[in-house]
């Protein structure tokens, strides 16, 4: 499955990056910072520079084994496969490092299976298409059509299947059941989906936020539509025609294929393996295949649907799937019918990258040149390698195999880049998050900033270059930024002369980022400062008792005041645990995803059920506390810091509200 990006940094960014391939990880393809030019995308191949290497078998085994081994002892990872395909071929396909440490069981491209996390949804919108072309299914028509549970229409405008592989329909982020370590809490695809649909939070088919639901829902209706489960429906009409024996859906896995399992690993220096990740909605993320197996689907797929005797789709049809753009932001790279447009040196292509939480994938396609990549690692590696790794090789191919003829980039004045600068500078947030359940406290923990640097340029506080700090910018047209160390592009939209939102590559296909009023903005210090103030006044309660016993100081407050003293006190605790309870748990939930599994459903209600009660009823105290001591104590300090207290249980209180906090259920 694709995780949201890990650049969206933070406790969300490490968390719903798992959720972001699932696209927070979760990671989208990620291209290393390069020193090319921009060359805008073309229909075609370009020219290659005179001296460029040939693509040939000998040419890239002895580029991968000079990266590969180097790029993953450094990164700490245990092993990866890669295959390369060339005009209907197999040019290479090799396994490095272990799929096994503990019995040193090295990778084999053949035999070993790896989780390609959100490269999966490929194949869930091959057969959406196969469908399509068959007339079972109109990619403009009301989903309501195909389904047994009511999709609400937002504005007006109902759900179709274009926006679901465009990622366009506006739902808000759905976490819950997305990866379990235990088979008994497997949901079955149409429980899970009718547990919860998540709120359209954008305007259909103008807003790309990607969506795991979305492309569950789409296996769903391959199901109801076809009269077979996603399984069987894949493994007939996709697997099978392919020959792609060493490739399931499946969960579990059959034992047979199960036995040729790649262990997964956090890091290859502890070698722990970690537990078969299960997934509820399994047409997002769950196949597992072989490097060979990933290879039939890419030939299949840069011959227009044809590999050798087998067609899996027409000719026609795998080129509307492969070409029809929905646009996010200004000229940047579109999302296609299911692929990732990621043009790179004048040369067309798409992708799909994918993660699970220790599993780190991406296939790209050169459809005009007949050339494809799948690269696939089994361990989650040192401070995010894999992103790097992933993206350094793609970038890497994409310069020695397609380089760019030299171009000379375009500049905007300086005057009107500091403009654009100033005005672009600000707080964003991702339009791929949860925004009607209390996970969207999680929001608040991970906002995107845009700064304008004195140069000029522009920063991105989360978007980091291979050494970690925030990558430059600079305007290269009006509004159209450039990596002034690579080729990706920035771009926003403008209105009334106010930038409302941005987005940039390789992340543009899937989601933007869209400003956050300057309320919204100081949403997390004055969290911060209202725990601070709770916690301290917690502290202080056992801390001055101590001090008093221990220089015999008599507490001097009487009646009513004593009173209030000490049920403020009480009522601090109640409202600091019942906030931090529930921070805690989704800091916990977006680190460990084993904890959005039905099985913490129980501790969700509690907690939720507990800050229902607790919050208000510790805010009343508060607010009772401040008028009591503002009418009878004289001291400044024990007046201010009444209100102070009262403010800092307001706020809590108001974000109880404004996110979801108070209730019963456990649906996000």
């Not at 499955?1 to 927070?24: D, E, N, Q, T, Y």
């Amino acid at each position: 499955m694709r995780v949201i990006p890990s650049f969206l940094c933070g406790a969300v960014v490490s968390v719903l990056s798992f959720a972001l391939s699932l696209p927070l990880a979760a990671q989208e393809p990620v291209q290393a910072a390069a020193a090319v030019p921009t060359v805008p995308a073309t229909s075609g191949p370009e020219a290659a520079p005179a001296g460029a290497p040939a693509l040939t078998r000998e040419d890239v085994e002895a580029w991968l084994d000079g990266f590969l081994p180097y790029a993953l002892a450094a990164g700490d990872v245990a092993g990866a496969v890669v295959v390369v395909v060339k005009d209907g071929e197999v040019l290479l396909q090799k396994g490095y490092g272990h799929a096994d440490l503990a019995e040193g069981t090295p990778v084999d491209p053949e035999k070993t299976l790896f989780r390609p996390g959100s490269v999966s949804k490929l194949f869930t919108w091959t057969a959406v298409m196969q469908l399509v072309e068959q007339g079972k299914l109109d990619l403009d028509a009301d989903l309501n059509e195909y389904i047994d549970f009511p999709i609400p229409p937002r504005d007006g405008k109902p759900m179709t299947l274009r926006q679901v592989m465009t990622h366009t329909t506006g739902l808000e982020e759905q976490i819950r059941g997305l990866i379990t370590a235990d088979p008994a809490q497997i949901t079955p695809l149409g429980d899970a989906l009718k547990h919860w649909v998540p709120e359209r939070i954008h305007v259909p088919g103008t807003t790309p936020a990607y969506s795991n639901y979305a492309t569950a829902l789409a296996g769903y209706i391959v199901e109801r539509v076809s009269g077979m489960s996603f399984d069987d429906y894949v493994e007939r009409n996709i697997f099978q025609p392919l020959g792609m024996e060493s490739s399931s859906f499946r969960q579990p896995l059959p034992p047979e294929l199960l036995a040729r399992m790649s262990k997964a690993y956090a890091r290859a220096s502890e070698g722990e393996a970690k537990p078969y990740e299960f997934i509820s909605l399994a047409p997002a993320g769950s196949l597992a295949a072989s490097g060979a197996d990933m290879a039939r689907f890419m030939i299949a797929h840069l011959q227009e649907g044809e590999s050798g005797e087998a067609r899996i789709l027409g000719a026609d049809t795998a080129r509307q799937m492969h070409t029809t753009g929905q646009a996010s932001v200004g000229p940047l790279n579109r999302m296609m019918l299911g692929f990732y447009e990621t043009s790179v040196n004048g040369h067309f292509a798409i992708s799909h990258g994918g993660d699970t939480q220790w599993f780190h994938s991406n296939l790209e396609l050169f459809p005009d040149d007949g050339v494809g990549v799948f690269v696939s690692m089994n361990s989650s590696g040192r401070d995010g390698a894999t992103g790097q790794i992933r993206g350094a090789l793609s970038r890497g191919f994409a310069d020695r195999y397609f380089p760019a003829a030299p171009s000379q980039a375009g500049r905007v004045a300086e005057d009107e880049a500091r403009l654009h600068a100033q005005q672009i500078a600000g707080t964003y947030t991702s339009s791929r998050r949860p925004d009607t359940t209390f996970l969207s406290l999680a929001n608040l923990l991970g906002p995107i900033k845009v700064v304008a640097n004195e140069d000029g340029t522009i920063s991105v506080t989360a978007a980091l270059s291979p050494a970690g700090v925030p990558k430059k910018w600079r305007e290269v047209e009006p509004y159209l930024w450039q990596d002034t160390a690579g080729a990706d592009r920035l771009a926003a939209d403008v209105v009334d002369g106010k930038v409302t939102r941005f987005s940039m590559e390789p992340y543009a296909p899937i989601m933007v980022f869209q400003r956050l009023s300057t309320w919204q903005s100081l949403a997390l210090p004055l969290m911060v400062a209202s725990l601070a103030v709770l916690l301290l006044t917690v502290v202080a309660w056992p801390v001055s008792a101590l001090v008093r016993r221990y220089y015999g100081v008599p507490y001097r407050l009487q009646g009513a005041d004593a009173r209030a003293h000490r049920l403020v006190r009480i009522a601090s605790l109640l409202v600091l645990l019942a906030a931090g309870g529930v921070l805690g748990l989704v800091v916990a939930m977006l680190s460990k995803l084993e904890l959005t599994s039905a099985g913490s459903d129980g501790l969700i209600i509690a907690l939720r059920l507990f800050a229902t009660v607790a919050m208000p009823l510790g805010t009343a105290i508060a607010l009772w506390n401040a008028w009591h001591v503002l009418r009878r104590r004289r001291r400044l300090l024990a007046k201010l810091w009444a209100l102070l207290l009262a403010l800092a249980c307001l706020f809590l209180l108001w974000l109880g509200f404004a996110h979801h906090v108070f209730g019963f259920g456990a649906s996000y």
